[in-house]
């Protein structure tokens, strides 16, 4: 099951000026539905719809993985678009996210994550109003608004797929945005932290603040590496698991989870990378509820981590050592699943193997060692 992301972008606002579209005006060097979009595919949500006017349906050139929906004419009837293509049996959460906030940072989609997968049925960004409100009237302040409780909403909006279908599917129109429509059909909405950063181009003002926001990131950008090592030792057993993938073999490895050592050594590299200890301090043996536990649990939980404290990664590098089992004709699969949970592409997952020409334990096949190395940029 995947969280899914769906890209509002079928209006035609004026308001900002220009003689297209805001989304695909300029915006340092590229389109503001660019950076949107890889904002959102940089969180890893997947598949990404991009719901667009009919006029830009097969003019507008995009990423491959992008699947483009035609909108309605109100944006209620461009989400239902959206919607009606996503497979409430594969998609757990959407995400629902205005193309005109190009500057998404990844803590507030990941924030937003965090309460669905904590159990919200819904969480929406939003910002405590912190200035004085004044009601105007002919140049005049007419009265004074009272702030507590008042909150900016932003976007990416999520919830659980299902309910909002249905949520979506008994509103009769016209609501401003989703949470709207979900709290009419008496779904609770989470607020979780908005960025001031989050900005939604509305004013023709609004492409140069977004602008050095994207900017100032760039030149601020943190690249971090981070390298792991493991080995587990052979005990009697009928095959090993290595990078999510059983190989058969006439031993086991053994260890406290299922001892994948290939798996081990990526999450040990990403902890290393943002200097957050190594699997031990998050898993602690001593704790029970570990034992016999997939590693694929240790690696999501390293990859998570890197996410809500803003980084992304870009690739990983692992080296399996022992003499046997042959890894070469499980490389492929390995990788595969290695950028499965990570949800990496093939392009970014390293996968090789190579014998330590029967030196040492690895040679003498006592057991097997691993080394990685994980990139990640601050997104
Ligand atoms: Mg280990």
Known sequence: MSDAAIIVAAGRGTRAGGDMPKQWQPLLGRRVADWTLEAIRAAGLSPIILVMHPDDMDTTALPEDVIRVAGGATRDASVRAGLAVLDPDCVENVLIHDVARPCLPPSVIADVRAALHGGAEAAAPGLAVTDALWRG?????????PRDGLFRAQTPQGFRLKPLIAAHDEHPGGAADDVEVARMAGIAVVITPGSEENLKITLPGDFLRAAQILQNRKEHMDVRLGNGF??????PGDGCWLCGIKVPHDQALKGHSDADVGMHAVTDAIYGALAEG?????FPPSDPQWKGAESHIFLRHAVELARSKGYRITNIDCTLICERPKVGPHAAAMQARMGEIMDLPLDRVSVKATTSEKLGFTGREEGIAAIATATLVSA
């Open 230 to 235: 493991d080995v587990h030792a052979f005990e």
């Open 278 to 282: 190594d699997i031990g301090r998050h």
């Open 137 to 145: 009237e002919d140049g005049l302040v007419a009265g004074v608004q």
